[in-house]
């Protein structure tokens, strides 16, 4: 149980959780990934700046809670983004087609 509290505070636990939310998105939506591309950038830069790589600059505690804002407002938009195309995915809609097997 401690080794898990662990990861979920190193910062290369958040980036591989990253990794697998943009695996499991372009395995669920395929070419319509494309759409959320920018939301999922955003939350790229901002793991990136509240876990930097070893040896970088961690930001001030003012600019980490600011940052979190910042990332759990993506974070919430990508979800409402993510919801809609899954329903355009799973109802057929036009342009879902290489994602539903359909062509």
Known sequence: MKDEAQKKTQPGGARARLGQLEQAIRAELGTL????????????????????????????PKEQESRQEKLLGTLNELEDVLEALQLAVRSGRPGSAAVSGGG
Request: glycine letters at 8%; aromatic letters at 0%.
């Open 33 to 60: 990934d494309a759409a959320v591309e920018p939301l999922l950038a955003a939350v790229r830069s901002d793991v990136n700046a509240l876990h930097p790589e070893s040896g970088g600059t961690l930001l001030a």
